[in-house]
């Protein structure tokens, strides 16, 4: 197969939010499929990929997007996978490959299997990567260049239906891993579900604090609380449906994060400052991992613009310190 | 005074790290001061400012770094301030500004107030900016640009002494704004020292849970994980003594987050969705705010970079869906 050649004939996606618009711009501008149809549960947004013809052809119903399809893709959030795969379970192609974007995996499993006829391939998938952005303008096809694409094969999965779908995500620009789906919730309970739940706390008690208003807190944001808002900004459908879905992982991960914060805060009441010393510099060193494996910028402050001075003369020379 | 002219003779820049050093280099490109003299703790530092010719002159002592100084600004850890206050004390002239930039307030009056003589303007002041680095290399001119920096004048502290201070911020691009020293430690407990405190002890958990290995950490990090160990990768010895020095706020605030943590946390655990729901769509609106106030980018995702897809085909043009 030439480097550039089609990797599925015809591409189907369930869903054309942040991720499904991305993947159909993605699939295009790399030449990995040939076509794509597109479908979304409200009218509005699939009249809006009609018009940013993210598609070849906008499908009304579920059932109708995956008629042609060799690869279908469920880009939706995951509370509502089990719904669309009772929708397109009688209407696939055999040989069929039918995967998903969902942040959990055994859920998506647990509800999409029973719907799946024999003679398709299910490949569950989590593509790593995203913006606190949503909706089908929100998509680009850059977003998956350099991020992980996890995928997680029932046992005895055809191979070749396997490589097929790896071959298409690196052809998006992803790396692929493959794990099993409990090992998966449990890497994204840290990775990804705690730190949103957790951003999502601080922003609201930030809200609610009656002695600085709300005024303050966004002026004077750039102390660090901003960062956390734009993971709090992200889809509040989709991470519910994480919540419900992923609860046991999460439930044992705050638990873990309840313990050291316990440990920080006393370390504070106590004044010890060489418990807290040797912690903070500790954490520095998982940043420097994560820059140097090349999954965050390096650029201080991720890169963030910073505008010039305002009207600033021209720098006079200094004085060398020689002299 | 024209626009343009320099606000203060010289300036003496106790301490050059990121901040120090980004004082440096913006009051000499928009020619606040006509001379800079800078020093730091250690020899190798003050040796790295003079190479990067960060000042006019480069003092081996506090002491001999104040002595022709109309503006003093103290950039070193809030721990330290004190010690430095009782260095500069006997050598300030008369009628000099004598400031700050640390991220507490209150136990920096305490701490230094005792030490400076009558006859100086001590006018504590908090720059709300910084990036994840430190060191003199790190800083650069444009930091202050759009942001906000706090002065806490003592009653009674000469106005025109606080107006020119203020002048000099606004000159590296700041806003200015002013409140109480207590105010000060209660806004940016929440806007700035809970969120460091939370990221520190989040990445902590996430490198020290055995069933998730350090390198799965990093791998998947772009989940939501890497956004924290960016915070928590702030300088170790600036933020133990903020958390010292700032202990009171700093509990009160956390004992708020656990609050409204234990309140999600049951909400997952009953899967009360609409409740998630709920809160994870009012946080959104605050980033919002903060974006529309210029405190943010609007760019998804920080406007981190995103690599183009790699050895793309020319993009194929689409079928019109009205065909």
Same mark, same amino acid.
């Given at each position: 197969m030439s480097k550039d050649a089609p990797i599925f004939e015809c591409l189907a996606l369930i869903g054309t939010g942040l991720i499904g618009s991305s993947i159909a711009r993605a699939a295009r501008e790399s030449g990995a499929v040939k076509t794509i149809v597109a479908t979304a549960r409200s009218e509005t947004t699939r009249r809006r990929v009609a018009e940013l013809r993210l598609a070849d052809k906008v499908a009304d119903t579920n059932a109708a997007a995956v008629e042609d399809a060799d690869l279908v893709i469920v880009c939706i959030p995951v509370g509502q996978s089990g719904a669309a795969a009772k929708d397109i379970g009688a209407h696939l192609k055999p040989g069929a490959v039918i995967s998903d974007v969902g942040s959990v995996k055994s859920a998506v499993v647990a509800d999409m299997a029973p719907h799946l006829p024999k003679g398709v391939h299910f490949i569950p998938?989590?593509?790593?990567?995203?913006?606190?952005?949503?909706?089908?303008?929100?998509? #680009?096809?850059?977003?998956?260049?350099?991020?992980?694409?996890?995928?997680?094969?029932?046992?005895?999965?055809?191979?070749?239906?396997?490589?097929?779908?790896?071959? #298409?995500?690196?052809?998006?620009?992803?790396?692929?891993?493959?794990?099993?789906?409990?090992?998966?919730?449990?890497?994204?309970?840290?990775?990804?579900?705690?730190?949103?739940?957790?951003?999502?706390?601080?922003?609201?008690?930030?809200?609610?604090?009656?002695?600085?208003?709300?005024?303050?807190?966004?002026?004077?944001?750039?102390?660090?609380?901003?960062? #956390?808002?734009?993971?709090?900004?992200?889809?509040?459908?989709?991470?519910?449906?994480?919540?419900?879905?992923?609860?046991?992982?999460?439930?044992e991960m705050l638990g873990r994060f309840n313990e050291d914060l316990s440990v920080?805060?006393?370390?504070?009441?106590?004044?010890?400052?060489?418990?807290?010393?040797?912690?903070?510099?500790?954490?520095?060193?998982?940043?420097?991992?994560i820059v140097e494996i090349g999954q965050d910028s390096a650029a201080p402050d991720f890169g963030r613009p910073h505008a010039r001075l305002p009207d600033a003369p021209l720098p006079r020379p200094y004085a060398s310190n020689d002299d």
């Open positions: 998938a989590h593509p790593v990567a995203g913006t606190e952005h949503s909706g089908p303008d929100a998509g #680009f096809a850059e977003l998956f260049v350099n991020r992980w694409c996890i995928l997680t094969p029932p046992e005895g999965t055809d191979r070749d239906a396997v490589a097929r779908l790896a071959a #298409f995500w690196r052809r998006l620009g992803a790396n692929v891993d493959s794990m099993s789906p409990e090992h998966h919730d449990l890497v994204l309970a840290i990775t990804s579900h705690l730190p949103h739940l957790i951003a999502y706390t601080i922003v609201g008690t930030a809200d609610e604090f009656s002695n600085v208003t709300r005024s303050e807190v966004l002026q004077f944001s750039a102390g660090g609380f901003r960062d #956390f808002t734009r993971i709090a900004a992200s889809d509040p459908t989709m991470w519910r449906d994480v919540f419900l879905t992923n609860k046991d992982a999460v439930l920080l805060t006393r370390a504070i009441r106590n004044g010890e400052g060489e418990k807290l010393f040797e912690h903070f510099a500790h954490t520095r060193a998982i940043r420097r991992g």
